[in-house]
């Protein structure tokens, strides 16, 4: 079992910066991809972006390249989000998932454990 918490969500103008944080729990999160996703009022939730176990490979929405970093540091049991140069278009409810089988990055379907969601609002 892994839970997930995120953090880091907020307010923010265009342009400006947030980094978003997922702490998980039990020993095995370094095992698991872990994706980001997020869900607008309205849409279906989207991915973002993902990184494998060993930080090795990273995937990322068309949307979000050369915008959003995504890395992990497996001695905290943490993966991040740094989001750059943020848009309206971005604003959403944010969630971290954590994938046992990590060969499907892309799909909601295939993460087993998500975290309950931070709020993500840039202004116009």
């Known amino acids: 079992q892994v839970q997930l918490v995120e953090s880091g969500g907020g307010l923010v103008q265009a342009g400006g910066s947030l980094r978003l944080s997922c702490a998980a729990s039990g020993r095995t999160f370094s095992s698991y991809l872990m994706g980001w996703f997020r869900q607008a009022p309205g849409k279906e939730r989207e991915f973002v972006a993902a990184?494998?176990?060993?930080?090795?490979?990273?995937y990322y929405a068309d949307s979000v390249k050369g915008r959003f970093t995504i890395s992990r540091d497996n001695a905290k049991n943490t993966v991040y989000l740094q989001m750059n140069s943020l848009k309206p278009e971005d604003t959403a409810v944010y969630y971290c998932a954590a994938d046992r089988g990590g060969d499907r990055p892309y799909n909601d379907y295939t993460y087993d454990y998500w975290g309950q969601g931070t709020q993500v609002t840039v202004s116009s």
């Open positions: 990184i494998s176990w060993s930080g090795g490979t990273l």
